[in-house]
């Protein structure tokens, strides 16, 4: 049995216009994708620093903003219910635990002393700063 084939080899010239009109707008729609995502979380511009050591051991964080509000485990909080997180989570864990403060570099140095003593009265006996890295310094190429 023979089926007819009705199919012909499209010999001409492909148009550029359509296909340059959909490769600008995939560059437009790439350029802009950034600013379409929302990140979530609260904006904290931490100070720069150059070979801090790590934590070792489990760690709890608190984040604080530049208007001095405390967050723990992505929730506002206040100081005592921060002192009942605290407390549970020493009594939870055998080993020491660590303190990371995520503090915006405006935030007021009364505010982290205050966190440090509520961590202290909780039983946590070591508290650290969060910091980023210092970007690299730009090299030049080397001319000959």
């Not at 001409?12 to 359509?18: N, S, V």
């Not at 931490?46 to 723990?72: F, H, I, K, T, W």
Request: hydrophobic share 45%.
């Amino acid at each position: 049995m023979r089926f007819p084939r009705s199919t012909k080899v499209f010999r001409g010239q492909l148009e550029a216009a359509p296909f340059i009109g959909v490769f600008f707008l995939l560059i437009i729609l790439l350029l802009l994708k950034s600013s379409f995502v929302f990140t979530p979380g609260v904006p904290i511009e931490l100070p720069e620093a150059v070979n801090l050591p790590g934590a070792a051991g489990p760690v709890l964080m608190v984040a604080v903003d530049r208007e001095g509000q405390l967050y723990y485990q992505n929730q506002v909080t206040d100081e005592p219910s921060l002192k009942e997180e605290f407390e549970a989570a020493v009594s939870r864990t055998t080993g020491s635990l660590t303190l990371i403060i995520q503090a915006d570099k405006s935030v007021r140095y009364e505010t982290m002393v205050r966190l440090g003593l509520l961590a202290r009265a909780a039983g946590i006996k070591v508290v650290q700063l969060a910091t980023r890295p210092r970007p690299l310094p730009v090299v030049a190429p080397a001319r000959s």
